[in-house]
Nanobody, 125 residues
Framework: QVQLVESGGGLVQAGGSLRLSCAASGRTFNTDVMAWFRQAPGKEREFVAV????????YYATSVKGRFTISRDNAKDTLYLQMDSLKPEDSAVYYC??????????????????WGQGTQVTVSS
C-alpha cells in the first residue's frame, strides 16, 4: 500500500477555484493509478477523476468534466485536482486513492487499495 495525504481544501464562493494536492509515499508513484473521489454528507463516495500510471490517460465524472483537471507530478510524487467554476453541489470531502493496476471499473471504490484521510471542500452560493 501507499500512504496518501491530501491538502488544499477550504471554503470558496460559487464560481471560484481550488487546487487539491495529494502527496504519496511508500510505493513507486509514477506507475500507480491515481484517482480522486468525493463524499457529501448522507451520500455515497463517488468517483471524480482518474489518472492512469502509464500512458497518461485521464477520465472524469460527467458532473465535473470541463471544470476539473487531474494532473500529476511524478518528480514530486504528488497528484493534483484543479477545480474551476465550482458549484455548491461540489461541496464534499475529497479523497485521493491509488492502486498499482488500472481497472475497467475505475469509478468503483473497490478498484483502489489505498486512501487518504480526505480534505473538505465547501462551496458557498
Amino acid at each position: 500500500q501507499v500512504q496518501l495525504v491530501e491538502s488544499g481544501g477550504g471554503l470558496v464562493q460559487a464560481g471560484g477555484s481550488l487546487r487539491l494536492s495529494c502527496a504519496a509515499s511508500g510505493r513507486t508513484f509514477n506507475t500507480d493509478v491515481m484517482a480522486w473521489f468525493r463524499q457529501a454528507p448522507g451520500k455515497e463516495r463517488e468517483f471524480v477523476a482518474v489518472f492512469r500510471g502509464s500512458g497518461g490517460s485521464t477520465y472524469y465524472a460527467t458532473s465535473v468534466k470541463g471544470r476539473f483537471t487531474i494532473s500529476r507530478d511524478n518528480a514530486k510524487d504528488t497528484l493534483y485536482l484543479q477545480m474551476d467554476s465550482l458549484k455548491p453541489e461540489d461541496s464534499a470531502v475529497y479523497y485521493c486513492a491509488s492502486n498499482r493496476y488500472f481497472s475497467s471499473v475505475y469509478y468503483y471504490t473497490g478498484a483502489y487499495d489505498s486512501w487518504g484521510q480526505g480534505t473538505q471542500v465547501t462551496v458557498s452560493s
